[in-house]
């Protein structure tokens, strides 16, 4: 019997890394929710055309406003069904040294990149457990793993991340709900692309695959851990960083 069609909701969907990753889950089959902040229309013009022919809406959602997400999910519910696959990809960096970093800046990164799982999990998690089904991706980031220069908040953010997807994976492990990290490396996005040069090159000099990322990359690792038959893989990070950063 086909597997049916999963409801797919990814956060942060209209970015580099989202945007691909919701391009391959409809391709794979999913219909997709590409949630994100309103675009501006000329961004939102491009985001259409780039999802031309694929199953993908456009859902305005600030990850950082708790009752504007339980709006646009009740929303998305009642024009798309329930919500089987989350991908919680929306994100920030706000660098600086510890010395120099104001509290706004630590609260932002904290609001966006960690404690928007713990909002769209709470929202989504037990309705999966419920029906049986479930498959969540948080995206975290070598970072998270090896901390970085400038980056306390976003470091303790992303290795948050990990905390949290190890210990839902096991709250949801008996019903059937999966949830993992997957830490991208250095990927080719905007988030990249605002990087002073010389940091990106001293970064890729380290990289052993010797190439920066591509979205499509970790959009790969993502489309895999939401498969329909990979019920068995729970509370894993999956790196993808071309072996910048390698361990067991
Ligand atoms: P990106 O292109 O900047 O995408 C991030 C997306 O999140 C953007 O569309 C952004 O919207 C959106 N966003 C920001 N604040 C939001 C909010 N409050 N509510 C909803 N959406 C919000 O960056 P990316 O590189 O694709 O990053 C995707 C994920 O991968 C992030 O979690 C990032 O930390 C992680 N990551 C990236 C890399 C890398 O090398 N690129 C490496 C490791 C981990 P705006 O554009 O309007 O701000």
């Not at 890394?17 to 919701?22: F, K, P, Q, R």
């Not at 960096?93 to 932002?108: H, P, Y």
């Not at 695959?209 to 893989?233: N, T």
Request: hydrophobic share 45%; net charge negative.
């Amino acid at each position: 019997m086909a597997a049916p069609q999963r409801i797919a909701l990814v956060t942060g969907g209209a970015g580099g890394i989202g945007a691909e990753t919701c391009r391959q889950l409809a391709r794979a089959g999913h219909r997709v929710l590409a949630a994100d902040l309103p675009l501006a229309p000329e961004r939102q013009a491009r985001f259409d055309a780039e999802m031309a022919g694929h199953d993908v809406a456009f859902l305005p959602m600030d990850v950082t406003d708790e009752a504007g997400c339980a709006a646009a999910i009740a929303s998305a519910r009642a024009s798309h069904g329930e919500v089987d696959v989350l991908v919680n990809a929306a994100g920030i960096t706000r660098d600086a040294t510890l010395r120099n970093m104001s509290r706004e800046q630590w609260d932002q990164v904290m609001s966006v990149n960690l404690d928007s799982a713990f909002v769209l999990c709470k929202l989504l998690a037990e309705g999966m457990a419920a029906r049986g089904f479930g498959r969540i991706v948080n995206i975290s980031s070598v970072n998270g793993q090896t901390g970085q220069f400038g980056q306390t908040n976003y470091a303790a953010a992303k290795a948050g991340l990990h905390g949290f997807t190890m210990a839902l994976a096991r709250e949801l492990a008996r019903k059937g709900v999966t949830v993992n990290t997957v830490s991208p490396g250095y990927i080719r996005t905007p988030m990249t692309d605002a990087m002073p040069e010389a940091a990106r090159e001293q970064v890729l000099a380290m990289v052993p695959a010797g190439r920066i990322g591509e979205p499509a990359d970790v959009a790969r690792a993502v489309v895999f851990l939401c498969g329909d038959d990979a019920g068995y893989l729970t509370g894993v990070n999956l790196p993808v960083n071309g072996g910048l950063f390698i361990s067991f």
